[in-house]
């Protein structure tokens, strides 16, 4: 292919990493009139692209098979999208690329990387002169090509050189698009990270919906799709739950007996974004009871043999594991248990962004980022797997107040747990008392419990701290820290 020599003909942009991810947000840049160079190892996946580029419209997309011809064919300031598997791929990719590139040419990583690995990238990428950025991606398949969440951090120079590119690519809501600057460093990387985190919590919560409905309830596939459909068309509306609605109506056309969902096994995967989030809260003293409780259930779930064993062991100890949707003779009553799931999920949900949001607060505090949360909830509301309706509320709790504590005492969002919690405590005795596990609506609910009481039973731990290990306390009435000698004094006591 012949290399481009002109400054006309020279590409805006670059894109390297030509998987499905790759092509689509290359093909959404095409489409919005920037003109692009893409290059893949494989050069298949180049003749794939082309061919797409075609077919959509005759999209401005240049194909290269070699990584110095791709990078020569980009005008200056050089900036090049990288979007491999994260980890050692990306260094290889960034060490073919590099011999090319020149002072103040820029490298952005659009994949699912580790904040501190594109920190580590940031300065060796400046010891040569070069921008870089590590800009979270979210949307999936679907988003990268029609309007993905964008989420840069890194050089805000590299950010200005293609703002123009990212605000026509992004998704678009009535507030703008769907990408800020999110700030220096992995910045980006690490509220990425967080969103998915956000999202394995709203994932398990509506898959407890689902569950304590099917189970308790006795619904049927056909009557799930519906009552998720109507949720979608209110204040639960959101990606997530209008998909579940589309699920219940798949059938399964492999056997084309039921729907598929039923088909499915029960092991759920993960690539590891969940876990870092859960870490990084331990790490940071954060409380994030609901998406550790989520990890956890995919965890659990990926126990299946030891499950189905462990199911058959409890029956012969003669435990009553089927679950039936009745309680001591009488029948529940769906209607009210349908909206009380309704709003026990809602409850648990703000529970789960608030957990999420606080994350976010803290590492920005320890780091210097200087988080706009309003912000990040704003460029949630398009594009991204976690969009939805509420994220407005949330962009707007945090304008009010860029310093309010925790979301749950937002005065909104405050009114909005007392009028459902009565609900929210029906659905989870109810599947306690069922036996249907719903890890991910209690934790919310312990999470809630705990943070609104002034006094814990803290008090009686500290105490225990400090008679075996003299970790010392203190007092309600008196200021100091304090030392009893606990065993001595308990001897006295018994005499």
Same mark, same amino acid.
């Given at each position: 292919? !012949? ?23 290359? *093909?959404?840049?095409?489409?919005? =009139? ?16 082309? @061919? ?46 590099? !011999? ?8 952005? %990583? =659009? ?17 040569? +002169? ?7 991606v ?28 990212? !605000?026509k ?7 703008? &698009?769907?990408?800020? #600057? ?5 910045? +980006? ?7 998915? =985190? ?37 204040? *639960?509306? $959101? ?5 579940t ?5 798949v059938? @399964? ?15 759920? +995967? ?12 331990a ?21 299946? @043999? ?18 039936? $949707? ?8 769906k ?9 026990? *999920? ?10 999420g ?44 107040? &860029?310093?309010?504590?925790? *979301?749950?005492v ?28 719903? &890890?991910?609506?209690?934790? $919310?609910?312990? #999470?809630? %419990? ?6 814990l ?9 400090? #008679?075996?290990?003299a ?7 008196? &200021? ?16």
């Open positions: 292919m !012949e290399s481009a020599t002109t400054a006309q003909a020279l590409s805006r942009i670059g894109l390297a990493g030509l998987a499905v991810m790759g092509q689509n947000l290359a *093909l959404n840049i095409a489409e919005k =009139g920037f003109p692009i160079s893409v290059y893949n190892r494989t050069t298949s996946k180049v003749d794939e692209t082309l @061919d797409r580029a075609d077919s959509e419209g005759k999209l401005p997309l240049i194909g290269k098979y070699d990584p110095r011809d791709f990078v020569l064919s980009i005008q200056r300031p050089r900036s090049v999208i990288i979007l491999v598997k994260a980890g050692a791929p990306v260094d290889q990719t960034i060490a073919t690329l590099g !011999e090319y590139l020149e002072p103040g040419d820029t490298i952005i %990583d =659009g994949g699912n990387e580790w904040y501190e690995n594109t920190e580590r990238r940031i300065k060796e990428a400046e010891g040569k +002169g070069l921008l870089y950025l590590g800009m979270g979210s949307g999936g398949e679907e988003g990268a090509r029609n309007g993905p969440s964008l989420m840069p951090g890194g050089s805000h120079e590299a950010y200005m050189n293609i703002r123009d590119i990212l !605000e690519v992004a998704a678009q809501v009535e507030d703008g &698009p769907c990408v800020t #600057y999110i700030g220096e460093g992995g910045s +980006g990387n690490f509220v990425k990270m967080v969103h998915n =985190g956000i999202e394995y919590g709203d994932m398990q919560l509506i898959s407890e919906a689902y569950d304590v409905l099917k189970n308790a309830g006795g619904l049927s596939n056909s009557e799930l799709a519906d009552i998720f459909a109507e949720w979608n068309r209110g204040e *639960l509306e $959101s990606f997530l739950v209008e998909i609605a589309d699920i219940f109506n059938k @399964d056309e492999l056997t084309g007996n039921g729907e598929l969902v039923d088909k499915i096994l029960d092991k759920t +995967g993960m690539k590891g974004t969940g876990k870092w989030t859960v870490q990084q809260a790490e940071l003293s954060i409380a994030a009871p609901t998406i550790a409780a989520s990890l956890d259930s995919r965890y659990m779930s990926g126990l299946k @043999d030891e499950r189905e064993e462990a199911s058959e062991i409890f029956k012969k100890e003669g435990m009553k594991v089927e679950i039936s $949707s009745d309680i001591n003779g009488s029948s529940v009553d209607k009210r248990l349908i909206d009380d799931v309704r709003q026990a *999920l809602y409850a648990s949900k703000i529970c789960s962004y608030a957990q949001m606080n994350l976010l607060r803290a590492k920005s505090g320890e780091k210097g980022w200087n988080l706009n949360l309003g912000e990040m909830a704003r460029i949630w509301k398009g594009g991204c797997i976690i969009r939805a309706v509420f994220l407005d509320r949330i962009k707007k709790a945090y304008q009010r107040n &860029p310093n309010l504590a925790n *979301l749950m937002d005065p909104e969002f405050a009114r909005e747990m007392v009028q459902r919690q009565a609900a929210w405590r029906r659905v989870v005795g109810l599947a306690v008392q069922k036996g249907i596990s719903v &890890p991910g609506m209690s934790a $919310s609910l312990q #999470y809630f %419990d705990t943070y609104r009481r002034s006094r039973p803290a008090n009686l731990v500290q105490a225990q701290r400090d #008679y075996f290990g970790h010392t306390y203190e007092r309600v009435d008196m &200021p100091g820290a304090y030392h009893t000698e606990w065993a001595k004094h308990a001897r006295k006591a018994r005499v």
